[in-house]
Antibody, heavy 123, light 109 residues
Framework: QVQLQESGPGLVKPSGTLSLTCAVS?????????WSWIRQPPGKGLEWIGE???????NYNPSLKSRVTISVDKSKNQFSLKLSSVTAADTAVYYC????????????????WGQGTLVTVSS | EIVLTQSPGTLSLSPGERATLSCRAS???????LAWYQQKPGQAPRLLIY???SRATGIPDRFSGSGSGTDFTLTISRLEPEDFAVYYC??????????FGQGTKVEIK
């Protein structure tokens, strides 16, 4: 059973950089899956931030692309998120998740999620 | 960017009733790229349906998905107490690769 666990500071100052790590257990980050960060502001919906493959290839949401960096550390079986120049609007629960593509019909979905970690942007 | 619009925003029903949730895309979406999730307070979303109509592992058969093109539906045939939650549709596309609907809350009437 794959498990994902987010970690990082729960409080970040405005204009600072938010940094989170997602540790993967029960499976390899070098599998044929992409690994994503998704966030959810309090009381609101889900926003996809970006994803990474174990090769280091990335895709980012254009709305955040200028501020986001996602990296992977295969030796530690984890991947990380950095979001720069944060404001109060970046306050959210941040989830890491694994996406899967089936060989049959090429179906795409997120099958494993971390529990989420709340990051508050405040001075 | 493909925008997913879910309706209604809130559905007030009683246990045992049928729930019908809609997800409409701003342009055609391959059914292979459409999934549904359930989220309860304080929890991460849980995959219910993928490929528009395939139930994920362990999901009861009272949950079903249908649709194609721009119109997709999640149906809960008989609501159980544990089904009251928020439901999101999601699609895979290009730039951004993943988008979600704004959610439908199913609440106890």
């Amino acid at each position: 059973q794959v498990q994902l666990q987010e970690s990082g500071p729960g409080l970040v100052k405005p204009s600072g950089t938010l940094s989170l790590t997602c540790a993967v257990s029960g499976g390899s980050i070098s599998s044929s899956n992409w690994w994503s960060w998704i966030r959810q502001p309090p009381g609101k919906g889900l926003e996809w931030i970006g994803e990474i493959y174990h090769s280091g290839s990335t895709n980012y949401n254009p709305s955040l692309k200028s501020r986001v960096t996602i990296s992977v550390d295969k030796s530690k079986n984890q991947f990380s998120l950095k979001l720069s120049s944060v404001t109060a609007a970046d306050t959210a629960v941040y989830y890491c998740a694994r996406s899967t593509v089936t060989t049959y019909r090429g179906m795409y979905y997120f099958d494993y999620w971390g529990q989420g970690t709340l990051v508050t942007v405040s001075s | 960017e493909i925008v997913l619009t879910q309706s209604p925003g809130t559905l007030s029903l009683s246990p045992g009733e049928r729930a019908t949730l809609s997800c409409r895309a701003s342009q055609s979406v391959s059914s292979s790229y459409l999934a549904w999730y359930q989220q309860k307070p304080g929890q991460a979303p849980r995959l219910l349906i993928y490929g528009a109509s395939s139930r994920a592992t362990g999901i009861p058969d009272r949950f079903s998905g249908s649709g194609s093109g721009t119109d997709f539906t999640l149906t809960i045939s008989r609501l159980e107490p544990e089904d009251f939650a928020v439901y999101y549709c999601q699609q895979y596309g290009s730039s951004p690769q993943w988008t979600f609907g704004q959610g439908t809350k199913v609440e106890i009437k």
